[in-house]
Nanobody, 124 residues
Framework: QVHLVESGGGLVQAGDSLRLSCEASGRTVSGYAMGWFRRAPGKEREFVAVISGISSNTLYVDSVKGRFTISRDNAKNTVYLQMNSLKPEDTAVYYC?????????????????WGQGTQVTVSS
């Protein structure tokens, strides 16, 4: 069993930065890909970023490339999402999730554990 807890969300202005954290407990997640997803009001959940286990390769949705950076600290069993140059369209609940394997995936059904989410609101 893996328990994921996100933190770091908040209300910011356009152009500001936030760093989300996702701390895992219950077992180590260092060998697994870890992803971030988001759900904006009235929209379906969408993939944001993923970092692979072992290799730490990363993959991003086009809309956040160059602005968001996913990273992990295996010693802390924690994954981060650094979000810069935030835009109002980034407003959403952000979720971290543990993948079933070490390869980064974009489909939500490739993930077996999810956090409760943290709200990010970007005002214009």
């Amino acid at each position: 069993q893996v328990h994921l807890v996100e933190s770091g969300g908040g209300l910011v202005q356009a152009g500001d930065s936030l760093r989300l954290s996702c701390e895992a407990s219950g077992r180590t997640v260092s060998g697994y890909a870890m992803g971030w997803f988001r759900r904006a009001p009235g929209k379906e959940r969408e993939f944001v970023a993923v970092i692979s286990g072992i290799s730490s390769n990363t993959l991003y949705v086009d809309s956040v490339k160059g602005r968001f950076t996913i990273s992990r600290d295996n010693a802390k069993n924690t994954v981060y999402l650094q979000m810069n140059s935030l835009k109002p369209e980034d407003t959403a609940v952000y979720y971290c999730a543990k993948a079933r394997g070490q390869i980064g995936k974009v489909r939500s059904n490739e993930y077996d554990y999810w956090g409760q989410g943290t709200q990010v609101t970007v005002s214009s």
